[in-house]
């Protein structure tokens, strides 16, 4: 079993449940994203997907559809150990055995958030049925524990589009139309997961410094997402091959890059927003907060009136308060 350690970044060459079980301790990850094998022979996915393969990694290690249930329910039990109270998971998944998967999940705590629909371009291509061009993404939760849920992260609630039509609940519905990555002529992954997706979940579901976790590393854009938007990343990736070429890939990325790439929400009462929060303003903030309770307030109209008062979102002010 290898091991690398980076920046940001420690990941193993190994059976993610095997040395998940080593390495990983419980109540440790604050986020899973994960693209399990599919158990449809992955050696021919390019059939399926009509695709050149001249610059695909070889070393795709898929798992036998017969032992997909066991499989399924042994590495998602792990995942279950290793996530905080509180913590999200997010798996990827086609149709073939998507059951297995929710019925392994149905064994554990954990507790489904949403069920969403990922449509993408260039679907598998038939003649005699309808054109299969979505996955499943089964985003679920570890009771116990406060989730992180980053409401504004992306769009405020008072932004519109160009119909009247609140860009917030929109980015938040539970169909997510985003393009597949092709990568011509660059060398990948069997199947890796477009920058846009990931990007999505990880500002939604975590924050800067927390621990992302990915048990099926392949073309590690889990790790490279996570590690751009200034989190930290572990996986795990059994096939040597596929892990030699993209562990040296990983060592080119710096902490952060992806940060300035992403859009600012319009937050309202936000002239504060990004500044940083000094002691005195989280004392000031603390004492103003239990003030506003001892007046019989809810939590809900506190935090509004603070964000008035401090010019913060109300994640931010959620977020100091927890400090």
Known sequence: MKSSTLPNGIFYHGD???????????????LIITDPPYGIHGDKLHLHYNRD???????????PQEEYATFSTNWIREAERVLRPGGSIYIVSGYT??????????????????????????????????VS????????????????FNLE????????????RSCNNADREDLWIINRENKP????????????????????????????ADFFLGGFSTARAAIGMNRRAVGFEISGRI???KIREMATITPGYLLPTLRTPAIKGTRNFGRPWTEAD????????????????????????????FGRGRWGIEKALKK
Request: some cysteine.
């Open 97 to 130: 055995n998507l059951i297995d998967i929710l019925n392994a999940l149905r064994q554990t705590s954990l507790t489904e958030v949403n069920h969403i629909i990922w449509k993408y371009n260039f679907g598998v291509f038939t003649r005699r049925k309808y």
């Open 243 to 245: 892990y030699d070429t």
């Open 185 to 212: 002529g660059q060398v990948k992954n069997k199947n890796e997961l477009p920058l846009r997706l990931l990007t999505k979940m990880i500002q939604y579901s975590s924050n800067e410094g927390d621990l992302v």
């Open 282 to 309: 989280r004392i000031r903030l603390n004492r103003r907060f239990d003030a506003l309770r001892a007046q019989s307030r809810s939590k809900k109209e506190c935090i509004a009136a603070l964000g008035e008062e």
């Open 53 to 63: 393969e001249t610059f695909v990694v070889e070393g795709y290690v898929e798992i």
């Open 133 to 148: 061009s979505h996955y499943h993404i089964l985003f679920y939760e570890k009771p116990g524990g406060r989730r992180t």
């Open 16 to 30: 993610c449940i095997s040395v998940a079980a080593e390495h990983l301790a419980d109540n440790s990850v604050d």
């Open 153 to 164: 992260s992306r769009f405020g609630l008072i932004e519109k589009s160009n119909e009247g």
